[in-house]
């Protein structure tokens, strides 16, 4: 069972040692470097750049996340209740629907509160 | 032991080695089937047909410059690449490609290793990938990424639920997690055809996830000019562009595995099977591109809550009422 995952570390470890590799080995061997103020400046279509762009984003992007939060969970809870279905019966899937039923009217709330309208 | 790790050493080489070529011959594949349908020619240059293209290209960007903004964050934007290819490239760890080989008088399997929660964890190392886009756009410091890695977030993770919630209907019927199992429950009938609501939420959903047209809106390049990764350059951009690649192959081999029966079929070997059904997927990721227009983000939002969400939980739904039925 550890020895599954074991694997999937290694093929990790494949992974990071190839990309690792590519950059810090073998690009560098083979790349320039004659860095420059205006080269180095931000792009911003051939002006200079104004202001800059760490700045606070809009709150509807927070209102999507927060509603996903809510779906994210009920999809890890749906997983483990799929996948024993069958042994349950009848009566685990009313809970199941109950369960969904109650995220359900979360959603139609945000609907009708317009946190789902992109403005 | 020694002999087993060998085994195993040689397999993670095969998988990795082929990945990287899939990845590669995409972009040649993508221009040819466009060019095609444009009625151009696409790449004809580089070796037969353009079939060196990948290569050289692939070695002009190992030959640029790599430029690092003088205002960005530096470890942030070193690291993002990084977050962003590795999730893309270990979820083949656990997708089957075949049941199992006799070589040389020993029985091999034809995947990695089969871990007994493997949909889960393709799901939890993918939804990973968003961490590498938002670092990148938010640590070059440039108006254009920061835009395009807020709207690539957004999209993922509304896209994510229906994609997650999609495929529970296949769970239900398969009864596992493991990826093995689920192509094992396929040997009479495709799922496809038990879960046609669902394969079709998944798709659009695959779509999305991969930011390709027509939900292409994290680099819309007539407005965001490449969206996330403006400001890189070198092999970090390369990374960038292999990571896109690599969830597109990674989506339609979990498509075929999930949906279309995986390695299973008549006559020809079941590694042929697999790579011909994955294939047919990426060909239709490219006839979607050449063929749809992008969607408005509003749009786009819209159907993804409004639509996508309610329907795979009606298909849930309706899965559950059936077999309960029965």
């Known amino acids: 069972m550890a020895a599954d995952y074991a694997y999937v570390g290694l093929f990790l470890l494949v992974g990071i040692l190839f990309v690792v590799f590519t950059i810090e080995v073998l690009s560098r061997l083979l790349r320039p470097s004659r860095p420059n103020p205006e080269k180095l400046s931000t792009y911003e279509c051939g002006e200079r750049p104004i202001g800059g762009s760490w700045i606070q984003f809009h709150v509807r992007y927070y209102l999507y996340a927060l509603v996903y939060i809510v779906f994210a969970v009920e999809t890890v809870f749906l997983f483990p209740w799929a996948v024993a279905f069958h042994r349950l019966g009848f009566f685990a899937f009313i809970e199941m629907m109950i369960f969904i039923a109650i995220l359900l009217v979360g959603l139609a709330y945000a609907w009708k509160k317009g946190a789902l309208e992109w403005v | 032991m020694f002999e087993f790790i060998i085994i195993m050493l040689v397999k993670i080489a095969v998988v990795f080695g082929a990945l990287l070529l899939t990845v590669a011959y995409l972009t040649w594949l993508e221009r040819k089937v466009i060019g095609d349908i444009q009625v151009r020619l696409g790449p004809m240059r580089v070796g037969y047909h353009g079939l060196l293209q990948p290569i050289a290209d692939g070695l002009k960007l190992l030959f640029k410059e790599d430029i690092i903004p003088a205002e960005a964050d530096r470890t942030v934007y070193l690291l993002a690449p990084l977050v962003a290819i590795i999730p893309a490239l270990i979820s083949f760890a656990v997708i089957p490609f075949g049941s199992q080989v006799k070589i040389l008088g020993r029985t091999i399997d034809l995947y990695i290793t089969d871990v007994n929660i493997g949909i889960l964890f393709i799901f939890a190392v993918a939804s990973l990938g968003v961490y590498g886009i938002v670092l990148a756009g938010w640590s070059s410091n440039n108006k254009y990424s920061l835009l395009g890695a807020m709207r690539s977030s957004a999209q993922m993770i509304s896209y994510e639920l229906s994609m997650g919630l999609s495929i529970v209907g296949v769970l239900m019927m398969a009864q596992s997690l493991s990826l093995v199992q689920i192509v094992k429950a396929q040997s009479v009938v495709w799922f496809i055809l038990l879960q046609p609501v669902g394969f079709l939420i998944y798709l659009i959903c695959a779509v999305a996830e991969t930011n390709r047209a027509p939900f292409d809106l994290p680099e819309a390049e007539t407005e965001l000019v490449a969206g996330f990764h403006v400001e890189y350059s070198s092999m970090k951009f390369a990374l960038f562009f292999l990571a896109e690649y690599a969830n597109i192959v990674t989506v339609s ?24 059904k994955v294939f047919a997927f990426i060909f239709l990721f490219v006839w979607l591109r050449a063929t749809l227009p992008r969607f408005r983000y509003d749009q786009l939002m819209g159907f993804g809550w409004k639509v996508l969400l309610p329907v795979s939980l009606a298909n849930i739904l309706v899965t559950g009422l059936i077999m309960a039925w029965r």
Do not use: E, K, R
């Not at chain 2, 595995?257 to 008549?266: A, E, I, K, S, V």
């Open chain 2, 253 to 276: 081999a979990l498509a075929t595995t999930l949906f279309l029966g995986g390695w299973q079929g008549p006559l020809l070997p079941p590694v042929a099977w697999f790579l011909l």
